[in-house]
């Protein structure tokens, strides 16, 4: 008897192939890129721990204000001779004690160290802000840098099979020529070596299109880097308004809005802030404190006294003098009469003290410890102002450079359109030759040759252009990618 295969595993087999289609065929627009990267880059994510301990720092920072607040109680157990702490009586037996304390402290002034070290990690949470700022900025430009170069070389590789299949088709014409005692037969060998040549740089342009979108693939950390895509949209080369703009108005607005001179000016607020930690140390400190104590012990207690009955009078007498004439007194030998001890709460509640006040610590000879940490911080400030200063020439080059570098790229870019008019043109007036017989092969590869690196050039001047401006307008406060 035939089985019949269940609709529903039909179903399940036509969405599951839907689903792997799908997956394989997903292409990632730059958006997509840089969005990816920004959520897994690892550098990203150590970058973001920085900032979560910054912010606990800051916490703490808020503690240093609080009084602290500390409990601790005892019990022990004390075997042989020792002193009952509810008696202070001598006694050779096992005894036990519990003590319970509290005790709290709070620093009144330490020369605004406390207030100085919330302002540093306040402005430490917001260096390290700057710095995931920046690293974002810095993996958003090389992904797109990835990007174009994957969208170079898959252009490039689409115009080499173009000069393949034309070379395939002259081979074709060029035999059929031979065969027919047309031209030479020097002609088809050139042609051949032709086709050679096209062949390897098509297999040259597939694995520069291979490395490019492995390269990209490991910028992004993606596993499944064998079925990793972009979307073929050409950008479209567009005037850029910042490029209207000239380099000091370029670098006025980057020193409002690059993280970098942020990073350097809160750097230099920082070490501004561990001087005047450090002078703090050199102030007296004032601090209060309080303790609370009580204590209960578990040996019998003195209750009573009575008269020794096995000795009812001391051994030694004491004397009394009466009118000049001394006289010898009995002393009565009293014995201590001992109950069970009292209830552990009111213990507690009998022995319980208090204790505060305030304590003032000067400091007035350390070694110089806190004097040298003033004087290191101090250079510590020098050198971030310098590193400011530093920064400020360096995004100063960096801006001249971005913009004559996209200048120069925009230029190179219109040179390489020009040129590729004029070889297109040479080249359909060398095939108009070579159809005639006008021109040999050998001729008329160069002139094709010439046509293909000309299309080359124009995508490679197009790619940097694109690029480079990306960069001008990062310096401009623009984004690498636009919201919309």
Known sequence: MKKTVPTTFYLLLVLFLGLSVQSQSKKWTLEACVDYALKNNISIKQTDLDVKSAAIDKNSALGAFLPSINASTNHSWNIGLNTNVITNALENQTTQNTSVSLSSGITIYNGLQNQNRLRRTNLALVATQYQLSKMKDDIGLNVANAFLQILFNKENLNVQNAQLANTEKQLIRSTALVEAGSVPRGDLLDIKATLAATKQNVVVAENNLYLSKLSLAQLLQLEDFQNFDVDDTVPEVKGSGTMLENPVTIYKKAKEERIELKIAKTNLLLAEKDVLIARGALLPKLSGFYSFSTRAGYSDRIVGYAQNAANPYSASPSYVDVNGTPYSVMQPNYAPILGKAAPVFSQFSDYKGHSFGLQLNVPILNGFSAKNNVAR????????????????????????????????????????????????????????????????????????????????????????????????ELYFGIPIIKKQ
């Open 377 to 472: 911080y101090k250079i510590a400030l020098d050198r971030s102002k310098i590193a400011l200063k530093q920064s400020e020439l360096d995004l100063e080059r960096n801006v001249y450079t971005a913009y004559t570098n996209a200048k120069g790229a925009f230029n190179a870019y219109e040179s390489a359109k020009v040129t590729l008019e004029a070889r297109e043109e040479a080249f359909k007036y060398a095939k108009e030759k070579y159809a005639v017989g006008l021109m040999n092969s050998f001729d008329f590869n160069q002139s094709q040759t010439l046509f293909v690196n000309a299309q080359s050039e124009v995508l490679r001047t197009k790619y940097d252009y694109i690029f480079k401006v990306k960069i001008v």
